[in-house]
Nanobody, 119 residues
Framework: QVHLVESGGGLVQAGDSLRVSCAASGRTLSNYAMGWFRQAPGKEREFVAHITWRGGIIDYADSVKGRFTISRDNAKNTVYLQMNSLKPEDTAVYYC????????????WGQGTQVTVSS
């Protein structure tokens, strides 16, 4: 079992930066890849970025490449999403999720944190 808690969301203006965090707890976290997803009102949840816990393999959605950076602090069991040059279309609830390495399904999810970007 992996328990995830997001924090750091808020209201910012277009062009601003914001960092959201995901604190993870559970056993053998090195066996999990961590992902960030988001869901805007009236839209389906979409992939944003992911990182493997040990190997550091990273991938991003095209819509955030060059603006967002995912990172992890293994000592703190925390994953971060640094968001720069934010746009109004980045407004969404951001969710942290975990999946076992070698699988594609994210089994564990946090409660989400709201990010609102005003124009």
């Amino acid at each position: 079992q992996v328990h995830l808690v997001e924090s750091g969301g808020g209201l910012v203006q277009a062009g601003d930066s914001l960092r959201v965090s995901c604190a993870a707890s559970g056993r053998t976290l090195s066996n999990y890849a961590m992902g960030w997803f988001r869901q805007a009102p009236g839209k389906e949840r979409e992939f944003v970025a992911h990182i493997t816990w040990r190997g550091g393999i990273i991938d991003y959605a095209d819509s955030v490449k060059g603006r967002f950076t995912i990172s992890r602090d293994n000592a703190k069991n925390t994953v971060y999403l640094q968001m720069n040059s934010l746009k109004p279309e980045d407004t969404a609830v951001y969710y942290c999720a975990a999946r076992t390495l070698g699988t594609s399904q994210y089994l564990f999810w946090g409660q989400g944190t709201q990010v609102t970007v005003s124009s």
